[in-house]
């Protein structure tokens, strides 16, 4: 059988020569694509394990989780160059727990955390990288902004000087075809670009794509795509 360092190893290999070819076809230089392997209900010896394979950004969904990794990898590997993203919802008692262990929160989804966030980093005189989450889809079960209202938002935050915002993310529908969600990837794309010249800020991030589907995310100028089963295989 073949190990498991192996298998990831082989599976980082194919998303990357997958990355590499859908920049190609939209004209994009695949370093400017981040993989943010999700590592969620894995191992730090599988995290390891993706590291040696070039990995250096890491995505966790529950931040009791993030921070037991994050605590875990600096015990064991000190000084390692290594990002750890917040990918999920946070809930506002779990606000302090974050702090001191993410390098980017994905999931900024209302004012009231950005409120309880901004206070805590103060407290903590940390500025936090954060992406604006916006609900393209429209479904009721997903957290983040209506496209309509993220401007509004994105203005509001800007005014809490603890956070930084440096892009958008979402989530897109699940579908068997991810040419399903290529309009829910290009109207986020657009409203990047259109909150960036309006507010005149300067974005860095736009994350979007996950297994299922982040070759079309980078055809629509995803920067981070959020990789988990494609690298680690099914969770249990
Ligand atoms: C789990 C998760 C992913 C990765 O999903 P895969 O389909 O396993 O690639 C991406 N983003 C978020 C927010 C997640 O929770």
């Not at 004209?27 to 981040?34: L, M, N, Q, S, W």
């Not at 191992?43 to 989780?65: H, K, P, T």
């Not at 409120?115 to 989450?133: D, F, K, M, W």
């Not at 991810?178 to 800020?201: D, G, M, N, T």
Request: with cysteine; aromatic share 6%.
């Amino acid at each position: 059988m073949e190990s498991r360092a192996h298998e990831i190893r082989r599976n980082i290999e194919v998303v990357f020569e997958r990355v590499r070819r859908a920049a190609e076809r939209a004209g994009r230089r695949p370093d400017d694509i981040t993989v943010v392997a999700v590592s969620k209900k894995f191992s730090i010896e599988d995290i390891r394990r993706a590291y040696e394979s070039g990995i250096r950004d890491f995505g966790e969904n529950r931040v009791q989780e993030l921070v037991g990794k994050v605590d875990r990898w600096a015990e064991l590997y000190p000084g390692s160059e290594i990002n750890w993203h917040m990918v999920g919802h946070l809930q506002r008692n779990k606000v302090k727990e974050l702090l001191g262990h993410c390098s980017t929160f994905h999931a900024l989804d209302s004012l009231r955390l950005a409120t309880a966030l901004n206070q805590r980093a103060g407290g903590y005189s940390e500025v936090i990288p954060c992406l604006a989450q916006v609900n393209v889809s429209g479904e009721d079960s997903k957290f983040g902004w209506d496209p309509d209202d993220a401007e509004s938002a994105v203005r509001e935050i800007l005014n809490h000087e603890h956070l930084q915002v440096i892009g958008l993310m979402t989530l897109a529908r699940p579908v068997d075809d991810p040419e399903h969600v290529r309009p829910e990837f290009a109207k986020l794309r657009r409203l990047y670009e259109r909150i960036q010249s309006s507010l005149s800020v300067k974005f860095e991030v736009l994350s979007m794509g996950m297994s299922g589907d982040f070759e079309v995310a980078i055809e629509e100028g995803a920067t981070h795509v959020r990789v988990g089963t494609a690298i680690f295989g099914e969770r249990t």
